[in-house]
C-alpha cells in the first residue's frame, strides 16, 4: 500500500502561483509515476502532469504546458507541482496519483484526498 497526502491548496487572484506538494509512504517503488490530476465540479477528471520516478522525465497536459511545473525530491518522496500563471479554469480539486505513468487515471493504483484550489477572476 502506498499513502498519498496532498498539500498547499488554496486560494489565489489569476495571475497568481501556487505550489502543491505530494508526500507519499508505504511501500513506494522507484519504478512508479508521480502525477497530478484535477476535477472541477460538474467535469471529469482530467490528467495535469507527471513524473516517472527512475528517470525523471515529465509530461504536460497542453492546458498547463509553460505554466505548470512538476518536480520531485527522491529523498522526501515527495512530488510538488509549481502552478504559475494561474487561470479562473485552473479551479478544481487537485489529486496526486501513484501507479504506471500514464495521462489515464485508470493507470494510477494510489490516490490522495485531494486539495482544492480556487482561482478568483
Known amino acids: 500500500q502506498v499513502q498519498l497526502v496532498e498539500s498547499g491548496g488554496g486560494l489565489v487572484q489569476a495571475g497568481g502561483s501556487l505550489r502543491l506538494s505530494c508526500v507519499a509512504s508505504g511501500r513506494f517503488f522507484t519504478t512508479y509515476a508521480m502525477a497530478w490530476f484535477r476535477q472541477a465540479p460538474g467535469k471529469e477528471r482530467e490528467f495535469v502532469s507527471a513524473?516517472?520516478?527512475?528517470?525523471?522525465?515529465?509530461s504536460y497536459a497542453d492546458s498547463v504546458k509553460g505554466r505548470f511545473t512538476i518536480s520531485r525530491d527522491n529523498a522526501k518522496i515527495t512530488v510538488n507541482l509549481q502552478m504559475n500563471s494561474l487561470k479562473p479554469e485552473d479551479t478544481a480539486v487537485y489529486y496526486c496519483?501513484?501507479?504506471?505513468?500514464?495521462?489515464?487515471?485508470?493507470?494510477?493504483?494510489?490516490w490522495g484526498q485531494g486539495t482544492q484550489v480556487t482561482v478568483s477572476s
Open positions: 513524473i516517472s520516478w527512475s528517470d525523471g522525465s515529465t
Open positions: 496519483a501513484a501507479g504506471l505513468i500514464a495521462t489515464t487515471a485508470s493507470a494510477y493504483r494510489y
